[in-house]
């Protein structure tokens, strides 16, 4: 369910009318195709690489990093925690991604060590040339912040830079198509990629050079990793992006109601936490809000007590209030971009 979300939920450009304007769920199969071409070349397990590949976003909030940040600010407010969607990827397939069995009983997933390892440790917004993986299995709960400890397996290392080439030349074709890059913009980036490929800049030429170089210089004891000239020319896009797209004011003009959204949500929420007696609340103030406060109840049931049909490990402490707090943040990051807007307008209208 979370991975068929993602074409709901914003990659760059919220809510793109063009079809062709890339949303989450493409970028993630962006992700898979570069990094199975990666795997097939180098030899590495296909299957263990697609799975990293197409679950490595399923954390992802609504309103891409701009909900990220949102979100993060209220679980540090509330929570004393960092929220940050590789470790919120790892939470939904770890207990809030459910599938039924032949008897139609829901469970939890139970999906392998390198799997989750790779959902956890795949930043791509990392500069590094390349990526060794660790020596170590380690306790997944020490992940505490973004890029603290490298892949466990080279799938994941592979999975991690293919994020950054599927997202590099993407941006800028989608920018394009959009308008937001200006003519002199688009000069300065094509003599930027000339200058280094002798090539006009357009995502094909950008991600076969990505693709070609790291497989060239990518072996056993190097790790995953681009040539010293590529990985200077991916920090020059990075950096062109940066400018010229990401904090572009016609991409910026929404930020503010992004994040009026997601505190409003959480604050009818959160507002409603009385320890044991939370679940009677929330029924009391279907009164005034019956849609927002009826589909967060039936979520909250599921993941914070016993539910016949369900034998899922519970989630939630509900005599906790920090725990409380998360499970309110974690059910909005859910959310696709539209259902939080539909679940702000229902909150405000009447």
């Known amino acids: 369910s979370a991975f068929r979300r993602l074409k709901h939920k914003t990659q760059v450009f919220f809510s793109p009318s063009n079809d062709h304007v890339c949303t989450r769920i493409e970028h993630v199969l962006h992700v898979e195709s570069v990094s199975m071409a990666i795997a097939g070349a180098l030899g590495l397990n296909a299957e263990l690489t ?3 590949a197409i679950s490595h976003d399923l954390g992802h909030s609504p309103f891409g990093h701009k909900g990220e940040r949102a979100l993060d600010k209220l679980m540090q407010k509330d929570v004393g925690e960092k929220f940050w969607h590789e470790k919120n990827g790892l939470l939904f397939v770890d207990r809030l991604e459910l599938l039924e069995d032949e008897n139609r009983v829901k469970k939890n997933l139970f999906l392998t060590y390198a799997v989750r390892d790779g959902i956890i440790s795949h930043c791509g917004e990392s500069g590094e040339a390349g990526v060794v993986p660790r020596d170590e299995a380690i306790d997944l709960a020490l992940c505490t912040s973004p890029n603290l400890y490298a892949p466990f397996t080279y799938e994941a290392c592979v999975v991690k830079l293919a994020d950054r080439i599927s997202y590099l030349g993407r941006d800028i074709e989608d920018a394009r198509i959009l308008g937001i890059l200006s003519p002199e913009d688009s000069k300065e980036l094509d003599l930027l990629i000339r200058t280094h490929l002798g090539k006009d800049s357009n995502n094909t030429v950008i991600i076969n050079h990505l693709i070609s170089d790291l497989c060239a210089n990518s072996d056993p004891d190097s790790g995953i990793r681009f040539s010293q000239e590529t990985n200077r020319l991916v920090e020059l896009i990075r950096r062109f992006n940066g400018s010229h797209i990401y904090n572009a004011p016609r991409v910026t003009r929404a930020d503010k109601y992004f994040e ?17 007696d939370t679940f009677g ?8 809000y019956p849609e927002p406060c009826g589909r967060f109840l039936d979520w909250l049931v599921v993941f914070a007590s016993l539910v016949p049909g369900h034998e899922n490990l519970p989630v939630y402490d509900l005599s906790d209030r920090k725990d409380y707090c998360r499970a309110v943040i974690h059910y909005i990051s859910g959310m696709t971009d539209q259902f939080a807007i539909d679940t702000y307008n229902r909150i405000i209208s009447f």
């Open 260 to 276: 009026l959204v997601i505190e409003e949500i959480y604050s009818l929420f959160a507002g409603a936490y009385e320890g044991p």
């Open 281 to 288: 609340r929330l029924k009391d103030m279907m009164r005034l």
């Open 50 to 52: 697609a799975a990293i």
